[in-house]
């Protein structure tokens, strides 16, 4: 019997996933005193603070499962869980079974099937300015404020008796992006980065795993959008930091990395969190979104 009174539903065997969040990313901040006003400053250590507490937190949704073994839903449920997501500011939501493969190895985790939520990081202001205070403002906004939505839903779900877990935008015991490729919400682009129609890359992502019986994904047609990614390039040549390979590496477990890591995290410290990549795809920016040409 594990620590939470309850066997885990898989123990991560992935030996090329290992769970790491470089230290460093703990003690950023908004930039130099000199440039950045004690407001904006102020603002910033709110949500990295909230996202570091939510992160601690979502850990500890494996506690209070140990009666939870239902696994049907009324025929209502899904329509009134999706309303109550979206009350909460959720742009995506989508289901998966958990693929074991794209768990981080030796972390357990609790539920066979994936709830996927997602929530747009906004361009005015924001991701338009970076690298910037503003733009780290952003990001962290909504690690923050999804973390929370993210803990909020998998509370509800254990209030009904579905074992559940909740797995932060920060930091998740499994990989998002190829169970959100999966669950029909979008591609992976060249950047590393799960690019939607609707967003392009400007989305974070968070996952609740349950036992619950999940309903059918729809699936979309992303050709068009596979197409422009295919030949546009502009992250590979423009990332700050040279991190972006031009052909992802394959490791021997078969995942892809578009980035190499160390590099990027030091752009991250160097450029007020980067995210120069966020802002240079065609398919986020409003002005010239594909979906949105059409209208
Ligand atoms: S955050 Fe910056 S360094 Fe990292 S991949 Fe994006 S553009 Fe490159
Ligand atoms: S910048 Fe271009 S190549 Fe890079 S992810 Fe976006 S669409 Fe794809």
């Not at 460093?24 to 930039?31: H, I, Q, Y």
């Not at 937190?57 to 239902?70: A, D, I, L, V």
């Not at 968070?206 to 999940?214: F, L």
């Amino acid at each position: 019997m594990s620590d939470v009174g309850i066997e885990p539903t898989y123990i991560g065997k992935n030996k090329s996933l290992v769970f790491v969040v470089p230290k460093e990313l703990f003690s950023m901040s908004a930039g130099p005193p000199e440039v950045i006003d004690r407001e904006t400053a102020k603002i910033f250590s709110k949500y990295m603070r909230g996202t570091f507490k939510g992160f601690q937190n979502s850990r500890k949704t494996k506690y209070g499962n140990e009666n939870n073994t239902k696994t049907k839903v009324s025929s209502d449920f899904w329509e009134k869980f999706e309303n109550k997501a979206k009350n909460l500011n959720v742009d995506f939501i989508s289901y998966i079974p958990i693929n074991e493969n794209f768990i981080f190895k030796d972390l357990k985790v609790y539920g066979k099937n994936g709830i996927i939520l997602g929530m747009e990081m906004k361009w005015d202001d924001g991701i338009e300015t970076a690298p910037s205070a503003n733009c780290e403002i952003e990001v962290f906004r909504v690690y923050k404020l999804l973390g929370d939505i993210t803990i909020v839903l998998t509370e509800f779900l254990k209030d009904q008796g579905y074992k559940s877990e909740a797995h932060h935008p920060f930091g998740g015991k499994l990989l998002y992006g190829p169970h959100v490729v999966a669950a029909g919400l979008g591609i992976l682009g060249r950047s590393g980065l799960i690019i939607t129609p609707e967003f392009g890359p400007r989305q974070r992502w968070s996952m609740i795993t349950t036992d619950v019986d999940i309903p059918e994904s729809s699936k979309q047609n992303f050709d068009e959008l596979e197409e422009f990614c295919k030949n546009c390039g502009l992250c590979v040549k423009n990332c700050k930091g040279g991190a972006i390979y031009k052909e992802p590496i394959e490791k021997d477990s078969g995942i892809f990395t578009h980035i190499d890591r160390s590099k990027c995290i030091n752009s991250l410290l160097k450029n007020n969190y980067c995210s120069y990549c966020l802002k240079i795809c065609p398919p986020g920016i409003p002005s010239k979104n594909l979906r949105d040409l059409k209208k």
